[in-house]
């Protein structure tokens, strides 16, 4: 069983950039498929951003495509999102979540509900306008 906790959340003005890590533990991060989500208040949790297991592909939701990447270091159990030009609406909670692919493919990560796979407990971005 994975456990996954974020990190490099934080208070930055529009236009700014942060990088948020997700830090895996207790199990082989390599295998599983990663995705972040966010959650803005009063809103439903969204799909931001998958990141297949070796880390050599990726995609994006449409509202931070050209702004966001996702990456990872398998060797470090490690998950990046590297967030640049950061907008008012980006603010949220932001989560990371593992995937096994046995069981959830990389293209449904999008459709992952809190029940599924395994979260961290979220980092709080906050973007000023």
């Known amino acids: 069983q994975v456990q996954l906790v974020e990190s490099g959340g934080g208070l930055v003005q529009a236009g700014g950039s942060l990088k948020l890590s997700c830090a895996a533990s207790g199990g082989t991060f390599g295998n599983y498929d990663m995705g972040w989500f966010r959650q803005a208040p009063g809103k439903e949790r969204e799909f931001v951003a998958a990141v297949s297991r070796s880390g050599a592909y990726a995609y994006y939701a449409d509202s931070v495509k050209g702004r966001f990447t996702g990456s990872r270091d398998n060797a470090k159990n490690t998950g990046y999102l590297q967030m640049s030009s950061l907008k008012s609406e980006d603010t949220g909670v932001y989560y990371c979540?593992?995937?096994?692919?046995?069981?959830?493919?990389?293209?449904?990560?999008?459709?992952?509900?809190?029940?599924?796979?395994?979260w961290g407990p979220g980092t709080q971005v906050t973007v000023s306008s």
């Open positions: 979540c593992a995937a096994d692919p046995r069981l959830f493919s990389l293209i449904r990560i999008p459709a992952m509900s809190s029940t599924q796979g395994y």
